[in-house]
């Protein structure tokens, strides 16, 4: 496979130095990327640039991340509007595993030659002293050449009107000399030749190459990849929520699976080559297919299903689907009851939900005197509106419909708590008995 190829029919190639595709088509080459351990998890924005690790390996060559123990304690300022807080170590450790065992997930550590390798700069960074650093390395680099770079410019010409974000602290300018040292260790001692990221990582992945070859004269190359941005032009990863996260515990794979099922067409044709490994053949037929009848909305699905099963599992993705199929009137009790807590509240998050305690619903005589006079009058105002439209068979709970409002509870409360009520066909309600 050729591996610049690749990245250009998928739309995931932005640029290169000269001879990067000459040294790829050589050797195999030993490229690594860098990852922030500032939160515990990645989120799906990484996970565009982790699949420049994985089409990197799957064309022959050693995939290696970068885990900024290290640099992770100052933060990178590019793109960033005001210096970001600092994590203590112990965070960081711990971040660092997360991020391994999700790293696992799409590059294979086993694979012998071209095995994927993890390492933390903080184990070369953590006994250079100071002045050490300062005589070793920053004197190989002007402040002329630091200041050119795009991430600097635009910090130091904010104006003090920009609060928070004007002017940029001696810490965050040193980043890309700690950065494009990385690159001279992992040349010096690990033989890689290539560092990759993100479009709006080139100035800081060519301070390394620069280093490299003011330090050791050797030569070094930089590859960036397309930096992922929804059709708005703005960036990729987010949800009125927040980020997208790949653990599940952050981002639950009912929510993440959604994300992408709800994705525009446009974005959805560009971003399926760039999250699966889907065949250039095998993404064309579905596009098609999918142009023929866009409402079966059939590239979300496929992406979705693609990108829920590799994160996740198949048995996440098919709970996310079932999950999915409950808010449009599909499913049973047992669907239902297949759902843990955590799903159930996200399919249901944002319908009204009325918290009853125990010794109350125990109290509760009748199915009318639960949706009325115990819901406090949420679902339904009085017993005789509750009647008559159970009467009418507009009503369920837990996926059956109520034929007697006058019957005793008896329903099973599901994760032994909760009990889903429909009204009609769009009206959903969560009770929670505590």
Known sequence: MDFIEELKWRGMYFDAMPGTDELLKSEMVTGYIGFDPTAESLHIGNLATIMLLVHLQRAGHKPMALVGGATGMIGDPSGKAAERSFLNEETLRANQEGIRKQ??????????????????????FKDFSFLGFLRDVGKHLTVNYMMAKDSVKKRITASEEDGPASGLSYTEFTYQLLQGYDFFHLYKNKGVKLQMGASDQWGNITTGTELIRRMDGGKAFALTGNLVTKSDGTKFGKSEGGNIWLDPEMTSPYKFYQFWLN???????????????????????????????????????????????????????????????????????????????????????????????????????????????????IIFKSKGEAKRMIADNGVSINREKVQNAEAALNYELLQNKYLVVQKGKKNYFLISVN
């Open 103 to 124: 790293l696992e997930k799409f590059l294979d550590f086993e694979a012998g030659k071209n095995a994927a390798e993890m390492v933390n700069n903080y184990d070369w």
């Open 263 to 377: 994705l525009s067409d446009e974005e959805a044709e560009k971003l399926i080559k760039v999250y699966t490994l889907l065949s250039k053949e095998e993404i064309e037929q579905i596009t098609a297919e999918h142009k023929e009848a866009p409402h079966l909305r059939i590239l979300q699905k496929a992406l979705a299903k693609d990108v829920t099963t590799r994160v996740h599992s198949s048995l996440d993705y098919q709970a996310a689907v079932d999950a999915s199929e409950v808010l449009f009137g599909k499913g049973d009790i047992n669907t239902l009851k297949s759902l843990n807590e955590a799903t159930l509240l996200s399919v249901f998050e944002g319908v009204p939900q009325i918290a009853i305690s125990r010794a109350d619903y125990e109290a509760t005589p009748t199915v009318s005197d639960l949706l009325a006079t115990a819901s406090n009058g």
